[in-house]
C-alpha cells in the first residue's frame, strides 16, 4: 500500500508538470502573438511618421502626446524598443535618428513616468534610454537630473543602465555625480563593469579625466580602481601623479598596483628604479606587487631590466616566474642570452623559459597559417 501511494503521488506530480507545461506554452504563444500585434501597431504609426518628417521635416505634435501615453506601458515600450531595433536592422538607421532626435519631450515624460514604477519597469526603460534614445539626442539637463533618480534605486540593473545613458549624454557634471551616488555602498559595481562604462563616454575625456581626478579623493577605493584603470586605457599624461600612488605605501594594494601597470603601458625612466624595487623584492608577501612590476618591464630596457627578470624567473613564485618568462620573450633576446637560463640549474627556470619560447613560436606559426 505504501509503494502505491508513492507511485499515485509520483504519478500526480508528472500530470502537473506536463499540465504546467501545456498551459505555459499557451500563455507564451499568447504572449508572442499579442507582442507581435504591438509591434504592427506601432510600426504602422513610426512609418506614417517617417513619411510626416521626409515631408514636413518634424514629427506631428499629435504623434507625441499618443506615443507619451502608449509607452507608459513598459508592454508597448517592449513592442516599441523591437520596432526601432528591427528598422535600424533593415538600412533604416537615418529615419530612425530623425524620428528619436524629435523625441526629446516623450524621453522627458517617460524618465519621470517610469521613476516611480517598480525596480524591474525602470531597470527596462534605462535600459532602452541608453540604447536607443539618449545617444542620439542633445543633452537634456533636466533628464540626466531624472537619471540621477535612477541611479540612486537599489537595483543593479538600473544602476549600470542609468549610468550608461549618462555616458552617452556627456554632461561631465551628471557623470561625476552618478558615480558618486552609485557609491553609497547599497548596490556594489564592479570596477570592471565601472571602467567599461566609462570607456563609452562619448564626450571629451581629457575634460572627464580631469574632472575624476579632482573628485578622486571622495571615491570609494573600488571606484577608484575604475578611475585609475580607465585612465590607464586612455592617456598616458599622468605619470607623475601615477607615481606618488604607486610609491604612496598608505594606498590600498589594487590602487598601488594599477599604478604600476599604467608604467607597463607608458614608458616613464623615473619609475623604472622603483619597478625594479618590486622585482628585487623578496617578501613573499609582495608577491602580486613583484608579478605586475616583472609584466611592466617588457616596456624597459637594458643590461639592469634583464639582470632583474632573469632573478625574477628563478623566483619560488609560479606567478613571478610565468610574468619574468613573459616579459624576457618580449625583448626578443638570442639564445645565447638566455643561455645561463636554459642551460642553468634551476629547472624551474628553465621549464618556464623553454615554455614560453615553445609558446610564442606556436603563435607566430598560427598567425602566418591564418
Known sequence: MRVESIIYIYGAVCVSMIVFNIVYNIILKQSESSLKKRCERIKKQIEVQFDYIKTNGSIEQNHLHYMEHSLSRVSNLIAFERVIKDAINNGHEEEVNKYIGQMHSVSLYLAMVYSRRENMQAGYFTYFLSNYAVKKQMPIDSLQDILLSYVKKDN???RINALSALYNIGNIEHIISALKIQDDGVIYLNQKILTEGLLSYTGNYH???ESLWKNFDSFSEHTKLAVLNYIRFKTGDYKEKMLEIMLNKNAEKEIRL???RYFGKY???PS?????????NDDPSM???ATVAVSSLEKYSGDEVIKALKKAIQSPNWYIRYQAAQSLDAHNLNY???????NGSDRYAREMMTYR???GKLQKVGSVKQ
Do not use: G, P, T
Open 258 to 260: 594599477s599604478a604600476i
Open 272 to 280: 623604472l628604479k622603483y619597478i625594479l624595487d618590486f622585482v628585487y
Open 207 to 209: 575634460k572627464l579625466i
Open 267 to 269: 614608458y616613464y625612466e
Open 287 to 289: 608577491w602580486e606587487y
Open 357 to 359: 619560447l615553445e609558446s
Open 336 to 342: 645565447n642570452a638566455l643561455f645561463d637560463i636554459i
Open 156 to 158: 543593479l540593473y538600473c
